[in-house]
T-cell receptor, first 109, second 115 residues
Framework: QKEVEQNSGPLSVPEGAIASLNCTYSDRGSQSFFWYRQYSGKSPELIMSIYSNGDKEDGRFTAQLNKASQYVSLLIRDSQPSDSATYLCAARAAGKSTFGDGTTLTVKP | EAGVAQSPRYKIIEKRQSVAFWCNPISGHATLYWYQQILGQGPKLLIQFQNNGVVDDSQLPKDRFSAERLKGVDSTLKIQPAKLEDSAVYLC?????????????FGPGTRLTVT
């Protein structure tokens, strides 16, 4: 079992829809969680961090954390073609961040 | 604020040759990370420094990989000798020590091809 698991996708949504990306983690000691966006051929870019249970909103992005279920999600509202990328989930425990393999999102005009 | 700088951006070498990558973190960032990202996978941590000291190198193949961070700023990652399976993008990232200490900022990466 991988420490951080994501559906590889691809996830395809129409422009203007809500994209929902999911992530589960195995280490119950994980305290910090991150979402990174990675365009093809580029490096990861931090878009959201979340440290406590519940929702955290930043513009069109909402991160949700449920530590009891060991589940993190990212919602992208009003999806745009420019949101098409691979989204990486990372969980930090014992001073080390572990990344999932990412979910590829395609937003169709 | 300047981002994380890395060089070279691309490198092609033959197996058994050596190669070195350089990273300059964001000014003031005490923590520096080197990751290996193979196509289709997430980044895998190779080594983490805080200032001059190594925090985690548990996944660094020490028989062929080495890294150093002199004076707590720039860092170099070396592979000697390279194997075909080392073909990957090598990412350097940095972060603050403090409230946002776990938020990592990545450089553009070095794409290594071993033939």
């Amino acid at each position: 079992q991988k420490e951080v698991e994501q559906n590889s996708g691809p996830l395809s949504v129409p422009e203007g829809a809500i994209a929902s990306l999911n992530c589960t983690y195995s280490d119950r000691g994980s305290q910090s969680f991150f979402w990174y966006r990675q365009y093809s051929g580029k490096s990861p870019e931090l878009i959201m961090s979340i440290y406590s249970n519940g929702d955290k909103e930043d513009g069109r992005f909402t991160a949700q954390l449920n530590k009891a279920s060991q589940y993190v999600s990212l919602l992208i509202r009003d999806s745009q073609p420019s949101d098409s990328a691979t989204y990486l989930c990372a969980a930090r425990a014992a001073g080390k961040s572990t990344f999932g393999d990412g979910t590829t999102l395609t937003v169709k005009p | 604020e300047a981002g994380v700088a890395q060089s070279p951006r691309y490198k092609i070498i033959e197996k058994r040759q050596s190669v070195a990558f350089w990273c300059n973190p964001i000014s003031g960032h005490a923590t520096l990370y080197w990751y290996q990202q193979i196509l289709g996978q997430g980044p895998k941590l190779l080594i983490q420094f805080q200032n001059n000291g190594v925090v985690d190198d548990s996944q660094l193949p020490k028989d062929r990989f080495s890294a150093e961070r002199l004076k707590g700023v720039d860092s170099t990652l070396k592979i000697q000798p390279a194997k075909l399976e080392d073909s990957a993008v090598y990412l350097c990232a940095s972060s603050l020590v403090g409230i946002a200490q776990y938020e990592q900022y990545f450089g553009p990466g070095t794409r290594l091809t071993v033939t």
